[in-house]
């Protein structure tokens, strides 16, 4: 199965920003609407966010660093929606996130914490604790960022399949077109993105195709993904910008 970007036009309102912003950036950021940042941001980006769209970038440096260019607790409480931060992030990363889809290269402790849906892709390193109180959604972590991160009384590392893979690098192909990541095109660049792992709760209540679909449904400016073909599930495996 081969996936696609659509390009359904921009949002109804798109808004670009510079330099550094304050507490709660894009917070309960509703569809059709989008916010472009080039600089950082301070805690709480996409707090409660509702269908709308972030992104934060700023020189392609800072991304090649690993700059922390969004504060703690990012996408705290986020129903739907997307995020795409070519950059680090703080700690608690998508604390109860129920639906958005965010790409982020790096977070702190406790990432995907009590997350019950949604879509987490981390290019770079993740902090302790990972996935605690987790009940539903996905995370993508690389599996060299994995060992003794994971909090195993939620979830469990995966291989990826092929189609799934797939999704996962159309979600990378997103992120570099909204950031322009050069950390995002050295992945791109592989034949295999098999370098990164599925987490998921150790009782997923959705299928996988159910999570992704959420993805394809959610993404509006200027992404879209088609809904891929029913995934079947594993056995679990051991294992300041310039």
């Known amino acids: 199965m081969r996936l696609s970007i659509k390009q359904p036009g921009l949002a109804a309102s798109v808004h670009e920003f510079h330099g550094t912003a ?36 700023a020189s392609h440096n800072a991304s090649k660093r690993g700059d922390v260019l969004a504060g703690n607790t990012v996408l705290y409480g986020a129903t739907s929606g ?15 996130n129920s639906g958005a889809v965010a790409v982020v290269e790096g977070v702190g402790q406790h990432g995907c914490e009590y997350m019950t ?17 987790m009940t539903g959604g996905l995370a993508y972590v690389l599996r060299s960022e994995m060992e003794n991160v994971l909090n195993r009384e939620f979830v469990l590392a995966h291989e990826l399949e092929e189609r799934e893979e797939s999704c996962l690098r ?30 998921q709760p150790i009782h997923l209540q959705e299928s996988l195709e159910g999570v992704w679909r959420a993805f394809s449904g959610g993404v509006r400016d200027p992404v879209s993904v088609p809904t891929p073909a029913v995934l079947s599930v594993p056995a679990s495996s051991a294992s ?3």
């Open 22 to 57: 304050g507490q709660s950036f894009g917070a309960f950021l509703s569809e059709g609407l989008s916010l472009n940042l080039y600089g950082e941001a301070n805690d709480y980006v996409g707090k409660g966010l509702s269908g709308g769209s972030i992104t934060i970038r």
């Open 82 to 96: 997307q995020l795409f931060i070519a950059g680090q992030v703080g700690e608690r990363f998508a604390v109860r």
């Open 117 to 133: 849906g949604g879509i987490a892709a981390i290019l770079g390193p993740v902090g302790l604790n990972f996935g605690s109180g």
């Open 170 to 199: 159309a979600l990378i192909e997103a992120h570099h077109q909204r950031t322009g990541s050069p950390h995002a095109s050295r992945f791109l660049a592989r034949r295999s993105l098999r370098n990164f792992v599925r987490i």
């Open 240 to 242: 300041q910008y310039a």
